[in-house]
């Protein structure tokens, strides 16, 4: 199993422009987020998603945008980069809802450098 | 707004001795804590779940201890090794809502 799939894993953006990076899991699973992992500060919520169609705003919502057509996919866009989005990404996806505390399965990562 | 404290500094430990991090929180009541090992590049993978109604939970060389009244958990490593070196994480969530909080992590570096 290919597990939880994020590309690309880095990215230069000049300030201003939009992306998206994407995410795919093919463990069925419902639960799906977005983190950003900066020095220091540890992971923080961005999105997330409990089903196809559902999604919520985490704790840094602001500057992103996310939309869970599928089970599977769960894109991260980025509507006007600003440097202080530079960071890495992490999309991770569970079985259920973090309420039910099952463990959280991580991508790889995407490194983004914002100039 | 809740805060989860893990310490920041690195610990070098030996080989073969136990490593013990901690992951001390304020301003929640989870209702269970997990933790997670983060290498280099790459993104956490998770080792453990304790409940707020278990005091203790053991994996093979892991141990995890959750004490709500200190508002803290310890994660034990015991006869540790090299291959041990990682930053590891601490998380914590509530079953009645989906956010899940982490700390921002401690690295622990194994010397043979």
């Known amino acids: 199993n290919a597990g939880v799939t994020q590309t690309p894993k880095f990215q230069v953006l000049k300030t201003g422009q939009s992306m998206t990076l994407q995410c795919a899991q093919d463990?069925?699973?419902?639960?799906m987020s977005w983190y950003r992992q900066d020095p220091g500060m540890g992971l923080r919520l961005i999105h997330y998603?409990?089903?196809?169609?559902?999604?919520d705003q985490g704790e840094v919502p602001n500057g992103y945008n996310v939309s869970r057509s599928t089970t599977e996919d769960f894109p991260l866009r980025l509507l006007s980069a600003a440097p202080s989005q530079t960071s890495v990404y992490f999309c991770?996806?569970?079985?259920?809802?973090?309420?039910?505390?099952?463990?959280?399965?991580f991508g790889q990562g995407t490194r983004l450098t914002v100039v | 707004s809740q805060k989860i404290e893990q310490n920041s500094e690195a610990l070098n430990i030996q080989e073969g001795k136990t490593a013990t991090l901690t992951c001390n929180y304020t301003?929640?009541?989870?209702?269970?804590l997990q933790w997670y090992r983060q290498d280099p590049g790459r993104g956490p993978v998770f080792l453990l779940l304790?409940?707020?109604?278990?005091k203790e939970k053991r994996k093979e060389r892991l141990k995890v201890t959750f004490d709500t009244t200190l508002k803290q958990s310890l994660f034990h490593i015991t006869a540790s090794q090299p291959a041990d070196s990682a930053t590891y994480l601490c998380?914590?969530?509530?079953?009645?809502?989906?956010?899940?909080?982490f700390g921002s992590g401690t690295k622990l570096n194994v010397k043979p």
């Open positions: 991770a996806s569970s079985s259920s809802g973090t309420g039910r505390g099952t463990e959280a399965f």
């Open positions: 463990m069925n699973h419902e639960y």
């Open positions: 998603s409990v089903g196809a169609g559902i999604t």
């Open positions: 301003n929640y009541s989870p209702a269970y």
């Open positions: 304790i409940r707020e109604n278990e």
């Open positions: 998380a914590l969530g509530s079953f009645n809502f989906n956010k899940f909080y």
